[in-house]
């Protein structure tokens, strides 16, 4: 029972720990792009791994909507 508690706890910061997923759409084509949702720059390095990835995450959607892509969902 301990291990079940502390395993719940651990995914339950894990979760906390990732970045705002932003989901973008051509609409012209149709085609879908997912940029950021992920834990991995947290796993890696903490709180600046996180702000590293985030940025990066940013970049992604920057990226996808200079080639017309537009924002269709931004979850936090």
């Not at 651990?10 to 012209?28: F, H, I, R, S």
């Not at 997912?34 to 990066?56: D, E």
């Amino acid at each position: 029972m301990k291990n079940t508690l502390t395993t719940l706890m651990a995914l339950a910061l894990l979760a906390g720990c990732t970045t705002p997923k932003t989901v973008l759409k051509n609409p012209n084509t149709g085609q879908v792009a997912i940029c950021g949702g992920s834990a991995t720059g947290s796993l890696v390095g903490g709180v600046i791994g996180y702000h590293i990835q985030k940025g990066n995450d940013a970049e992604c959607a920057g990226d996808y909507m200079a080639q017309g892509f537009k924002r269709i969902d931004n979850q936090q």
